[in-house]
């Protein structure tokens, strides 16, 4: 995985309200920027001065692009002088950040989990560069970012040290989110388009897949991130009640919105019957069998070679996309079809809303002060989070596949565009360089759908589309990481060992028997560990974040 296309694995996740934070108030120190306030001094724009900074992502799957040989970074070197170093985490981002932080060599950039134990580390011991001043300074991150979203985003002294990447708003009309399930187009043909509408109807099907396509992977997981993977909680979702992918994480929880108190996850029953539908597909060889092992590359092979029957994976907008260009390069009949999302059955399907939007973004990212030019940086992000930037990131960069916009920004069209091969365009790579995203990427998808329906780019026609199914702002439920040197933060990363351990265990218990096992197992081990006491904490932490938002 890129480490620029980080952002890109789960680009809108931050509409999941995935993202952890610190929980921080804010101080009388600093104000949140004002809508259309800039700073006196008059700066370059960017593109004028010559830029280079090192980046850094420190998530496990994030390696090297090759910054320069895709179309779009390609012609940021040579349009606006930006040249940027990468650093991969070796497939080991905590050891990674170890090491960095011990040999005082941190990078000029680094995209991480907002509220994570690193970037505790970095702002409680002064290691990142305040960016208050920078926000007031440069017009765009200020008036994309909703206002009150800026008081959440403060750390606990009252600065604000985090850029939100993939951050939504109330102003943007049009959501995305780029996960879902979807169905291998020839395959679901072939066995003659049977009603999938249901878990039942999902189980039948994978079986009819499984005797017809023994070579086949009847149901893809993806990769496996903190012990979970996200077909388990896209099944969890669909046991309706408006259950979200939010509250399945590290350490799951059941959120009470009428008492606004998080309660134990064992609380509601569809958090195991969850795993026991999860477990039966694997013990039937229905599901990816190496959900725990395999690799993100193994995971594009096998969609571009169309050996995956049906999906429920995350960035399957960004996965699919890449696969259904590869594929119909040489069968414009294949590829993959995104379908509603599955319910269980006596489910009411309106109900049956997975997704969460936020303002806060997925992750962030923060500059630290090893960076020489910490303002430059700055007002390439701003830059890169404007129209022009998103068009780029979704688009590839001017001169390519268009050369003018529309009165929306959306590019038009130009006749390579029209007569470019899927192949030809694969090769491109536009959208491999994604370092930030910001809501102007889901309004110029919109546009760019609606000038030609019938050629809807595939990867945003997707995300459109199961973005329709994010119904709650999820801000209440960010900030919500502990502090892992308090007592109740040491609690909860034993606790999520605990969880990470058994999430395997029920996945490929060998019975019914065994799972109840595992899963009683689980509830008395995180119970006596002190799981009351950290739901306790982030109860707190979630009724300060509605304080907040008042």
């Known amino acids: 995985m890129s480490l620029l296309v980080a952002a890109a694995m789960l680009s809108t996740t931050a509409l999941t309200a995935c993202s952890k934070g610190n929980a921080g108030t804010s101080s009388g120190s600093t104000s949140s920027p004002a809508p259309g306030q800039t700073g006196t001094k008059a700066a370059a724009q960017f593109g ?67 509220g994570s134990s690193e970037y505790t580390t970095m702002q409680k011991n002064g290691m990142l560069v305040p960016l208050d001043d920078y926000y007031k300074k440069y017009p765009v991150l200020q008036k994309l970012i909703d206002p009150q979203t800026f008081n959440m985003l403060k750390a ?28 291998n187009r020839k395959m679901y043909t072939e066995l003659g388009k049977p009603e999938l509408k249901t878990f039942d109807d999902l189980y039948n099907y994978l079986k009819q897949v499984k005797a017809k396509y023994p070579d086949v992977v009847p149901l893809e997981t993806g990769m496996t991130l903190s012990g979970i993977n ?27 919105l009428k008492t606004n108190t998080l309660e134990p996850i064992f609380n509601d029953p569809a958090y195991k019957d ?50 259904n260009n590869v594929l119909q390069a040489k069968d414009p009949n ?55 930037g998103q068009r780029i990131n979704a688009f590839g960069p001017p001169g390519v596949l268009y050369d003018k916009v529309d009165e929306h920004g959306a590019p038009i069209d130009n006749e390579k565009a029209k007569t470019i091969t899927p192949q030809e365009k694969a090769n491109l790579k536009i959208g491999l ?23 809807l780019n595939w990867g945003n026609a997707a995300s459109e589309f199961f973005g329709g199914f994010a119904k709650l702002n999820a801000d209440q439920f960010n900030n919500m990481s502990l502090d892992p040197k308090s007592e109740v933060g040491i609690i909860e990363q034993q606790i999520k060992q605990i969880w990470h351990d058994a999430n395997a265990k029920m996945v490929f218990a060998k019975s019914d028997d065994e799972l109840e096992a595992v899963y009683n197992k689980l509830k008395a081990d995180v119970t006596k560990a002190g799981y009351e006491k950290v739901l306790a904490e982030k109860t707190k932490i979630w009724k300060a974040n509605l304080d907040k938002m008042k």
């Not at 850094?56 to 170093?85: H, R």
């Not at 630290?368 to 030019?373: D, L, Y």
């Open 334 to 388: 294949a590829g993959y079809d995104f379908i509603p999302f599955l319910y269980n059955k006596g489910a009411d399907p309106k109900t049956v809303n997975p997704h969460t939007y936020g303002t806060l973004g997925w992750n962030v990212n923060v500059i630290t002060k090893k960076a020489k030019n910490p303002e430059q940086i700055f007002q390439f992000y701003d830059w890169w989070a404007s129209e022009e």
């Open 48 to 114: 004028e001065q010559p830029l280079e900074f090192s980046f850094y992502s420190n998530y496990d799957f994030a390696s090297p692009i090759g910054y320069g040989n895709d179309v779009s970074t390609k012609w940021l070197k040579e349009n606006k002088k930006l040249n940027i170093l990468e650093i991969g985490s070796n497939g080991n981002a905590k050891q990674k950040f170890g090491a960095m932080v011990a040999a005082n060599d941190l990078p000029d950039v680094m995209m991480l989990d907002r």
């Open 230 to 256: 996200m077909l388990y909680k896209l099944i969890y979702a669909g046991f309706g009640d408006n259950r979200t992918i939010w509250n399945i994480g590290d350490v799951p929880s059941f959120p009470n």
């Open 274 to 323: 969850a795993y026991k539908f999860l477990n039966k597909l694997y013990r039937e060889g229905l599901v990816t069998q190496d959900m725990f092992t395999q690799k993100l590359e193994q995971v594009q092979e096998k969609l571009n070679t169309g050996r995956i029957a049906v999906t429920g994976l995350s960035n399957i907008t960004g996965l699919g996309n890449s696969a």
């Open 156 to 183: 606990e002294d009252g600065h604000i040290y985090v850029i939100p990447n993939w951050f939504d708003s109330a102003n943007n009309p049009y959501k995305y989110s780029n996960t879902g399930w979807t169905v």
């Open 433 to 455: 360089f994604n370092p930030e995203g910001s809501w102007k990427f889901y309004v110029i998808g919109h546009y760019k759908n609606a000038q030609n329906p019938d050629a």
